[in-house]
């Protein structure tokens, strides 16, 4: 099985994600360029129907499956959030039964979507990883599908968007691009291979859950302890293998970034774009804000790849200075 897309698979997930919504706008935002120094380029993924990238992943899965004939009588998957959303709505426009598993103490407003799209909601574990292990647990109990978060058939979707946005600004210097359980990233290396775009693509973690970078320096999955409390998104303790294997040797470099940077890049992107964005959707501008001196006068794309943050949190983060 290809880890990553070529062009022709990326061309035809488009096809598939457009017969939900039309490509999201990229915009160069001035106040936001002012603060960088340099050129910078947004991709809206906040703009989606669910406020997301993943709805594209969870678009191009089960339309593989049901190509395939595949389509179960029921999923089961575990997300903070995001993920959930895309296979919940996805499952519900297939008519296959969606039970999604969340740590305890997840987003209520993640939590809320997931329900409106018909998602049946289980409670485990005080992390993503215990989350996703029950449901590995809950899937082979009841002979469900088991959807993970890192898939080639969702990578294939998640490509779409930077397909559009590499398309679109043709001379990007560098991107980047929030690492979670890799789909993203592997996304983006995928869509500058399939285009031959010399864009460099840079990774970004939470400092508070380093497993990727950790991973990606010694060569193998390397467990980390996770504290984030702002960046749910990347809230992962355990690399996926297949991920991993992806990023290796294509990434231009991995950036840390803490939840004060997160929460600083939150505020500009509001007080410059008037977007919201939930922690991993501003960890991009965070990475390229750490960065700015090195990309001073070059051309800056960022992912903003999120907007699903609960109002108090938004509140508390936008109140701080």
């Not at 296979?87 to 740590?103: D, Q």
């Not at 504290?227 to 290796?248: E, F, I, K, P, W």
């Amino acid at each position: 099985m290809n880890l990553l897309p070529t062009l022709a698979d990326i061309e035809a997930a488009a096809q598939v994600v457009y017969r939900e919504f039309p490509p999201t706008p990229q915009y160069r935002w001035a106040l936001l360029s002012q603060r960088l120094g340099a050129d910078c380029w947004v991709k809206h993924e906040n703009h989606t129907p669910v406020g997301a990238f993943k709805i594209r992943g969870g678009l191009t899965f089960f339309d593989a499956l049901a190509r395939r004939g595949q389509l179960p009588r029921e999923v089961v998957s575990a997300t903070r959030g995001n993920h959930g959303q895309s296979i919940g709505w996805a499952a519900r426009a297939h008519g296959v039964a969606c039970t999604i598993v969340v740590p305890r103490g997840n987003s209520v407003e993640k939590n809320a979507a997931m329900r409106a799209l018909g998602v049946n909601l289980i409670d485990h574990g005080d992390d993503f990883t215990e989350a996703s292990d029950h449901a590995a647990r809950l899937a082979e109990q009841r002979g469900a599908l088991r959807v993970p978060s890192f898939h080639p058939d969702l990578v294939s979707g998640v490509a779409t968007y930077w397909w559009e946005l590499l398309r679109a600004v043709p001379r990007l210097d560098v991107v980047y691009v929030p690492i979670g359980l890799g789909s993203g990233a592997c996304a983006a290396i995928a869509a500058k291979a399939a285009l031959n775009h010399p864009a460099r693509v840079v990774g970004v973690v939470s400092r508070h859950a380093t497993t990727y970078a950790d991973s990606l320096a010694a060569g193998h999955v390397v467990e980390a302890p996770v504290s984030t409390q702002l960046a749910d998104g990347m809230a992962v303790r355990r690399a996926d293998a297949a991920a991993l294997a992806a990023l290796a040797g294509r990434l231009d470099h991995v950036v840390q970034v803490s939840d004060d940077e997160v929460a600083s890049a939150m505020r500009a992107l509001y007080t410059d774009t008037h977007n919201a964005a939930e922690g991993a959707g501003a960890a991009a501008l965070a990475a390229a804000l750490q960065e700015r001196a090195a990309l001073r006068g070059q051309c800056v794309g960022i992912a903003l790849t999120g907007a699903n943050v609960d109002a108090s949190v938004l509140a508390g983060v936008l109140q701080k200075t």
